[in-house]
T-cell receptor, first 115, second 115 residues
Framework: GAGVSQTPSNKVTEKGKYVELRCDPI?????LYWYRQSLGQGPEFLIY????????DSGLPNDRFFAVRPEGSVSTLKIQRTERGDSAVYLC?????????????FGPGTRLTVL | RKEVEQDPGPFNVPEGATVAFNCTYS??????FFWYRQDCRKEPKLLMS???SGNEDGRFTAQLNRASQYISLLIRDSKLSDSATYLC????????????????FGQGTILTVHP
């Protein structure tokens, strides 16, 4: 079946612009996660959704970052007034339920470059 | 101190070699442990979970020492296709006993297997 999909695959923007990154989780997966991976580092947690609500947004670096999941499926990560330091690969992952051991499946990521 | 620490390598080994990766984690409340594999410019994919009793999957053996907060991965008879970044990952879970899936990644260890 289809895996997690993310669009766009690449996004180049200028400093100060607004961007939206989209994630389509695996059908039926209630848990959705956003991570950010900088060059040479492992992914870092940003936010977790269970259904429509953000259950844990402790990883969002500041209030320029916001994410929504209005219908409990597709999620959008929104970044306002982008900065060069926001350049990274933004990964989305989904999981069925919250039972320990349920595998988390990652999408291919969106590579964001802020010039 | 980082929550999950790995030797970034790179490790360069010949085909057929045995190679071991180590990882330490700082949060004693961590409940679940994993090794993920990430190919260049691809998303992370689960390689194997790590259990207290140790577990093996073909040429791969994972060990967990909770007292020392130490995780290891052993790869025997290395193949060219094993070349990738190996990410040590922990999940703290929550007090309710579920594991909502927030993953904390190490920096990753780069492995290159050469002919």
């Amino acid at each position: 079946g289809a895996g997690v999909s993310q669009t766009p695959s690449n996004k180049v923007t200028e400093k100060g612009k607004y961007v939206e990154l989209r994630c389509d989780p695996i059908s039926g997966h209630t848990a959705l996660y956003w991570y950010r991976q900088s060059l040479g580092q492992g992914p870092e947690f940003l936010i977790y959704f269970q259904g429509t609500g953000a259950a844990d947004d402790s990883g969002l670096p500041n209030d320029r970052f916001f994410a929504v999941r209005p219908e409990g499926s597709v999620s959008t990560l929104k970044i306002q007034r982008t900065e060069r330091g926001d350049s990274a690969v933004y990964l989305c992952a989904s999981r069925f339920g919250t039972r320990r051991g349920n595998e988390q499946f990652f999408g291919p990521g969106t590579r964001l470059t802020v010039l | 101190r980082k929550e999950v620490e790995q030797d970034p390598g790179p490790f360069n080994v010949p085909e057929g070699a045995t190679v071991a990766f180590n990882c330490t984690y700082s949060n004693s409340a961590s409940q679940s442990f994993f090794w993920y594999r990430q190919d260049c410019r691809k998303e992370p994919k689960l390689l194997m979970s790590v259990y207290s009793s140790g577990n093996e999957d073909g040429r791969f053996t994972a060990q967990l020492n909770r007292a020392s907060q130490y995780i290891s991965l052993l790869i025997r008879d290395s193949k060219l296709s094993d070349s990738a970044t190996y990410l040590c990952v922990v999940n703290i879970g929550d007090a309710g006993g579920t594991s909502y899936g927030k993953l904390t990644f190490g920096q990753g260890t780069i492995l290159t297997v050469h002919p």
